[in-house]
């Protein structure tokens, strides 16, 4: 989609969306063209060869822009699979949603106000709430992981920080561990609350009339949802995390592109029963250049991180991500475990894990033209045209 109509996009934005988004700047603009050129060879790949049996695996390198949904996805599962040596899964945790009136949100829109102040908040707000409820001081933590969603389900503006909170509070220094039984739900919507107005107050984001407004207009509070993550296993934590930071959208919401009427149909969650937890979906048809233009709005900030960590979770979030950048590549066990496939660079006829060269771009249109003349693909692999045929069934 993007390499069929960006260029149309660009040409036609200061005339249909430029008043309602603002200007796009030019590293989201370079972000956008990194996408044209993904998933093909000319960028570099990965050449996996099978020193017995000659067969080769190319994978093309990742484009690597956060607009790309499938490579924002993979780069996400690479930090996923890091997640056990952060998150402490002993301790009870809490799915916390902190939300906004949409009246607020669509004044920081239409003031053009980048929300991501509101993670800070947020994990301020719930730590000293709980060292308040259980009556220690700031030596005791709760460990948190957040981000912030700039979007609702169906691309609207709508900010709202999801975060990972453990429970119990951490004195880091001796392990002791200190309960907290109580959860003072009501409180904390106060809390979170003056927290927002009086951050957008001090900083003359809102006037001193509004900010009256919005305390006596929500006099119980900004709603904060909590969900307790249930599981006997750490496996409700992971999901957990790797749903929120998984984040806007995703290219399996899409059910349909009509390149006639130039619209794109979409699929998303509407509604979520508090009792049941049934989930109820709906669709919205938005013309494909309005689409374009809220992936662009809703793109992070550059060099912005858009996961963070708070309390006894600083520290190993570190080191987890100094032993991620170590890691060579997590597309294999990304495949494995998205699809429930054995290693994808395993020879598919001996089994055996092949030989991994890097193919740079310099090089990559000479060992491009060679897999097309000298070999046959089939599921994936790539055959010499002279040797045995793939087994049975690929």
């Not at 739900?185 to 107005?197: E, G, L, M, S």
């Not at 950048?325 to 495949?335: L, R």
């Not at 249109?365 to 693909?377: D, G, V």
Request: hydrophobic share 40%; proline share 4%.
């Amino acid at each position: 989609m993007w390499q069929e109509y960006w260029s149309e996009f660009l040409a036609n934005y200061a005339d249909t969306h430029r008043a309602k988004f603002g200007e796009i700047d030019a590293w989201k603009i370079a972000e956008a063209e990194k996408i044209l050129t993904c998933g093909q060879f000319g960028r570099g790949f990965q050449w996996h060869e099978c020193e017995s049996c000659r067969v080769v695996l190319a994978v093309p390198f990742s484009c690597k822009s956060r607009l790309c949904l499938s490579c924002y996805r993979k780069r996400l599962f690479g930090w996923s699979i890091h997640l056990s040596k952060v998150l402490n899964a002993a301790l009870p945790h809490f799915h916390v949603v902190f939300t906004m009136p949409g009246r607020l949100s669509d004044l920081l829109f239409d003031r053009k106000i980048n929300p991501s102040f509101l993670n800070l908040l947020a994990a301020r707000v719930y730590a000293k709430r709980q060292r308040s409820t259980a009556n220690v001081d700031g030596i005791f933590k709760a460990g948190i992981l957040s981000t912030v969603h700039l979007a609702g389900n169906s691309l609207n503006f709508n900010p709202h920080v999801h975060a990972i909170a453990t429970r119990d509070l951490v004195n880091p220094k001796t392990g002791e561990i200190r309960e907290v039984n109580f959860m003072p739900y009501q409180t904390i919507r106060y809390d979170w609350q003056r927290a927002v107005c009086r951050y957008l107050r001090r900083r003359q984001i809102i006037s001193k009339d509004e900010y009256s407004f919005f305390l006596k207009k929500y006099a119980k509070g900004f709603h904060v949802y909590f969900q307790k993550i249930a599981g006997e296993t750490s496996d409700g934590v992971f999901k957990t995390a790797q749903y929120i930071a998984f984040g806007l959208f995703h290219n399996s919401q899409i059910e349909n592109t009509d390149h006639e009427q130039g619209t794109l149909t979409f699929r998303f969650k509407s509604h979520v029963d508090a009792q049941s937890r049934v989930k109820t979906f709906s669709s919205l048809t938005m013309p494909i250049h309005e689409f374009m233009a809220r992936m662009l709005f809703f793109l992070p900030d550059r060099h912005e991180k858009s996961i963070r960590y708070y309390g006894i979770y600083v520290r190993p979030a570190k080191q987890a991500a100094v032993e991620q950048a170590a890691q060579i590549s997590p597309w294999a066990e990304g495949i494995k475990c998205s699809f429930d496939t054995p290693n994808p660079t395993a020879c598919p006829l001996c089994q055996k894990n092949m030989k991994t060269y890097t193919i740079f771009s310099r090089d990559a249109l000479r060992f491009e033209k060679r897999l097309r003349t000298q070999y046959f693909l089939a599921d994936g692999y790539f055959f010499l045209k002279s040797t045995r045929a793939p087994p049975a069934g690929s």
